[in-house]
């Protein structure tokens, strides 16, 4: 992503790339906001990982709220369908997690467990889910399918992923006043790129491909899910 020479030229690139983030960020928590979370949430994701697609593929830090005012628009309805199914499981997480004090300890140990590892799951599909949709203009069926799949016949990419997430977000933990700055649009980009780098390596007509770069449109979408 950083094309420039020089320790100059980097320095000015990571900047541009740091700015972008925050832009991105910003325009994750507006997006979010004004579709009143619930609605929100699940656009306000695909649009932010849009916009990081495109900087990963084109460098290009420029015209992001323009970029995620058009997916935002465009994919509304796709995007919460698609998130549906991941809203329901934090739902049923969260009711877990609530009568967890309630349980001796053998039954909340297991479901403890169980919760974590079902939340676990939920996290990487969705993160799946989120790249494909950009990727491929398909349905939000078809989307499912694949983002519920990917991550079991991608098990290196999966603990490699999970860990890098955990990691990013016990450090925002710690660091709060980076949330509101760059925490959400800095996960997405991580989930992003270990989920592009897989397409790519499944799909030899990926735009990332043989490392083969282009300028594609994100959120047009590109060929049918391999």
Do not use: K
Not at 63 to 85: D, H, K, M, S, T
Not at 98 to 126: E, I, K, Y
């Amino acid at each position: 992503m950083i094309t420039e020479y020089g320790w100059a030229g980097r320095v000015m690139a990571w900047l541009r790339i740091v700015a972008g983030l925050i832009v991105v960020n910003l325009l994750f928590l507006a997006g979010t906001v004004v579709g009143l979370v619930v609605l929100g949430v699940a656009p306000a994701a695909l649009a932010a990982t849009a916009c990081l697609t495109r900087m990963r593929d084109s460098d290009a830090e420029t015209g992001i709220a323009r970029e995620f005012a058009a997916v935002y628009r465009a994919q509304f309805w796709r995007a919460n369908l698609i998130g549906l199914p991941f809203g329901v499981v934090a739902v049923l997480l969260a009711a877990d997690t609530a009568v967890l004090p309630a349980l001796d300890s053998v039954a909340a140990s297991a479901l403890a467990g169980f919760t974590w590892v079902v939340g676990a799951v939920a996290v990487l599909a969705f993160a799946c889910a989120l790249t494909v949709a950009v990727r491929y203009d398909e349905t939000a069926g078809a989307v499912l399918r694949y983002a519920a799949a990917l991550p079991f016949t991608s098990p290196v990419m999966s603990l490699v992923m999970l860990v890098s997430l955990a990691s990013g977000a016990v450090a925002l933990a710690l660091l709060p006043v980076l949330v509101p700055l760059i925490g959400f649009a800095v996960l997405l980009f991580v989930a992003g790129w270990f989920v592009d780098h897989r397409l790519a390596a499944l799909d030899p007509d990926h735009p990332r491909a043989g490392d083969r770069r282009r300028d594609p449109a994100p959120s047009a979408g590109a060929s049918a899910i391999p």
